[in-house]
């Protein structure tokens, strides 16, 4: 031991398909985390909501800043995903950005 940074909680939501975005975002950066508390259907009941919630922590607190900016471009690419409502390509059923008029894979112009 010794030799590895200080693991730091880094992020925590209920919504555990969330958590696991960001954990993906986090390892495509190469990031190393782990995720903690991931809920257990059947056992929320018997534990104080606070300490239920799935939590994402870095293995080496070093990479904190470096995860908020990344956390922080997610959570405004998500918001303007919602923004603008994807569509679906009646043609090839490629996901085309909300603002954009023709599929972009087989210019097929939205319906
Ligand atoms: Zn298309």
Redesign the pocket.
């Known amino acids: 031991m010794g030799e590895q940074g200080k693991m730091k909680r880094f992020y925590q939501d209920y919504n555990t398909v969330k958590v696991y975005q960001v954990k993906q975002l986090l390892t495509d950066a190469g990031i190393q985390c782990v995720v903690k508390n991931e809920l257990i259907q059947g056992a929320a009941g018997e534990i104080p909501l606070n300490e239920a919630m799935p939590e994402i922590w870095l293995v080496d607190e070093e990479w904190d800043s470096k995860a908020n900016q990344l956390l922080a471009n997610f959570e405004q690419a998500q918001q303007e995903m919602s923004a603008t409502a994807e569509w679906i ?6 996901v ?1 950005e909300g603002d954009f008029g023709i ?6 112009p939205r319906e």
């Open positions: 390509c009646s043609e090839c059923h490629t085309n599929c972009w894979n087989c210019q097929t």
